[in-house]
């Protein structure tokens, strides 16, 4: 029987700039592990005719929300190409160089074997979802990687490496209303619950002038954290203070009947200071770059009318204090 590699054109990854690209749904469930440490127990999520199960096996643990740096290198790659009116492919190849460094990583041999490990947790992570079946009662079932090669010369230098792309994935990232640019800055995001809130808040508040919000609570259902509310919440918090994630401002606002929402929307392009706003109605000053003053009043609201399962991820038990900024992160 011939392998699946042989039945591939070779895509070679281009070697020269481009925006940066997600897919919409790997942005708006949960996907990922959001913790540094290593995770086996499964996420088991539901909404309306929406379901998924990821799994890990022990010895490689479950892919990670940095190891979808990969997919995202993947994607931007394949919609250049299509864009540029060139051939693309499942099999994909490129150096490791040119992957580390379009990831914003380092090019040590450290950096070469986390890549590598990062390359096993997609291969061995397997997915069960309906998402892209005609009805909810059907799955799809694959792995984020259906297999990679590393190649290497005769004194075991790295050359390349080759990696096939499962066909949900693909089909995905071809469909150009499923795909979403999403900026750069986001690779310099180093907490896995602030990296899942940008894809959440680029996925819902788009380029929306008006905005959108979540309930608080709400969100911390969509996250599918096991970590107390409280503790989620005030990670949130830390991050709005931060107003860290690029392009978008957020604020903490107290709903009328108690409890408290999170609102974000485009940054404005004039530069001030910005004002969060807690559920106290103290007004907090931020270091955003850029900023507005406050969210219109008719931002969107999602979360009142869908169901969700139960809480998913484990608690980041370490202390995941990488950047300029030591706190406590939670999955």
């Known amino acids: 029987m011939a392998s699946e ?7 070679r990854a281009i070697p020269r700039d481009m925006a940066l690209r997600d897919a919409q749904d790997l942005m708006a469930y949960p996907f990922f592990s959001l913790a540094k440490s290593r995770r086996v127990q499964p996420i088991a999520f539901a909404a309306g005719d929406v379901s998924i199960r990821v799994e890990a096996v022990p010895e490689h643990g479950m892919a990670t929300i940095w190891d979808a740096d990969i997919l995202i290198w993947a994607a931007s790659h394949i919609v250049e190409a299509r864009d540029s009116g060139l051939k693309t492919s499942r099999l994909l190849s490129a150096t490791p160089f040119e992957m580390l460094t379009f990831m914003r990583r380092g090019t040590s041999g450290a950096s070469y074997v986390r890549l590598k490990a990062a390359l096993d947790r997609l291969q061995s992570t397997t997915i069960a979802t309906s998402i892209g079946r005609p009805t909810g009662r059907r799955l799809h079932r694959f792995s984020w990687i259906n297999e990679w090669v590393e190649k290497s010369d005769a004194s075991g230098n790295a050359l390349g490496i080759e990696m096939i792309l499962p066909d949900w994935f693909y089909q995905l990232v071809l469909d150009q209303k499923l ?8 690779f310099d995001l180093t907490g896995g619950l602030e990296r899942w809130l940008y894809r959440i808040v680029r996925k819902h508040g788009g380029r929306q002038s008006d905005g959108w919000r979540f309930n608080l609570r709400y969100l911390h259902l969509k996250s ?3 970590a107390p509310y409280k503790w989620f919440s005030a990670e949130i918090r830390a991050i709005v203070k931060r107003q860290s994630l690029p392009g978008y401002w957020l604020a903490i606002e107290p709903m009328p009947r108690g409890g408290a929402e999170l609102s974000f929307r485009p940054a404005c392009a004039k530069t001030v200071d910005s004002i969060v706003r807690s559920v106290t109605r103290n007004l907090v000053r931020s270091p955003a770059e850029l900023s507005c003053d406050h969210l219109p009043k008719k931002a969107k609201r999602l979360g009142q009318s869908e169901t969700w ?8 038990e370490s202390p995941n204090i990488a950047g300029r900024r030591p706190r406590r992160t939670i999955s």
């Open 5 to 11: 590699r042989a039945q591939l054109d070779l895509f």
């Open 309 to 316: 399962g139960g809480l998913n991820f484990d608690s980041n």
């Open 224 to 226: 599918g954290s096991l």
């Open 179 to 186: 795909i979403l640019t999403i900026d750069p800055g986001y």
